[in-house]
Nanobody, 120 residues
Framework: VQLQASGGGLVQAGGSLRLSCAAS????????MSWFHQAPGKQRALVAT???????DYADSVKGRFTISRDNAKNAVYLQMNDLKPDDTGVYYC???????????????WGRGTLVTVSS
């Protein structure tokens, strides 16, 4: 199973970006999908998460600015980022709980990350 993230780039403060991540490979079912943010010199932190039933949760720092969504038919997750701030700079990683084989336990998979740079 591979997670391929895209959509990062350079944007001015106040701008917007939309990140995408799709899971591919031998997949029976994709469960919870999430986005994490790793700022320069800091640990990776959860930004947003979405369940298979589309229940969402966000870090306080992005509430009202970021929106996570998913397309179960495409095994994809998206992160719409609005009103970006310089503190949002860093690498964004997608994450997914994936059941590879029917009746097997879910496994955790990570994408390689996509870089977001917000200039002031």
């Amino acid at each position: 199973v591979q997670l391929q993230a895209s959509g990062g780039g350079l944007v001015q403060a106040g701008g917007s970006l939309r990140l995408s991540c799709a899971a591919s490979g031998s997949i029976f079912r994709v469960g919870t999908m999430s986005w994490f943010h790793q700022a320069p010199g800091k640990q990776r932190a959860l930004v947003a998460t979405i369940s298979t039933g589309a229940n969402t949760d966000y870090a306080d720092s992005v509430k009202g600015r970021f929106t996570i969504s998913r397309d179960n038919a495409k095994n994809a997750v998206y992160l719409q980022m609005n009103d970006l701030k310089p503190d949002d700079t860093g690498v964004y990683y997608c994450y997914a709980d994936v059941v590879v084989l029917r009746f097997s336990s879910s496994r955790q998979f990570w994408g390689r990350g996509t870089l977001v740079t917000v200039s002031s």
